[in-house]
C-alpha cells in the first residue's frame, strides 16, 4: 500500500547516475520533488516514460521543483540509460538494498522484485500532497504531473 498523501515522505539517500550521493531531505525548505519510481531502465515503457518526463522538463523541473527518478536498477545501468536517451534529471538507484525505498513508499512488488510506477509529489516541508501508483504496464501521463505540481 503507497504511502498516503498528507503523510511526512520518508527521507532516502540514493546514488544517482553519476555515483553521487542523494538526499530527499537535502531538498527540503528550498524544493518541491517529483518523486517518480519506474521497474526497469531499458523497458519500453518505462523509456517510454522517462522520455516524456524529460520533453517536459522544462516545465516540471526549475527553482521551485526538483523531479527524481528512481528505479531498481545499478547506478551503472542508469547511467547508460540516461546517456542513451539525453536525460537530464537525476536516475537514482534503488538496487542494494534491494528496494528498500520503494517498500519504504509502500511501491515495491514483491513477486517481480522491482517498484511499480509510482509518482509522488513531495512539498518544501517534505510532506506528500499528491500521488498516483500505476501497474508495471500501465504508464504514467506527465501531464498529471504538471497538475499536480501547479497546484503547490
Known amino acids: 500500500m503507497a504511502i498516503e498523501i498528507g503523510t511526512e515522505a520518508p527521507d532516502f539517500e540514493l546514488k544517482n547516475q553519476h555515483g553521487e550521493l542523494v538526499r530527499l531531505s537535502d531538498f527540503r525548505g528550498e524544493k518541491n520533488v517529483v518523486v517518480v519510481f519506474y521497474p526497469f531502465a531499458f523497458t519500453g515503457v518505462c523509456t517510454g516514460e522517462v522520455c516524456a518526463i524529460q520533453k517536459e522538463l522544462p516545465r516540471l523541473q526549475n527553482d521551485e521543483v526538483q523531479v527524481l ?28 538494498p534491494h528496494g528498500e525505498v520503494s517498500r519504504a513508499y509502500g511501491v515495491f512488488d514483491e513477486e517481480k522484485g522491482c517498484a511499480v510506477r509510482g509518482t509522488f509529489v513531495i ?30
Open 69 to 96: 527518478g528512481v528505479s531498481n536498477d545499478s547506478p551503472f545501468s542508469q547511467r547508460v540509460f540516461a546517456d542513451q536517451e539525453g536525460l537530464e534529471f537525476p536516475l537514482l538507484s534503488d538496487f542494494w
Open 123 to 152: 512539498d518544501k516541508a517534505g510532506v506528500v500532497r499528491w500521488s498516483v501508483v500505476n501497474g508495471l504496464p500501465d504508464a504514467r501521463d506527465e501531464k498529471e504531473y504538471l497538475a499536480a505540481v501547479g497546484a503547490l
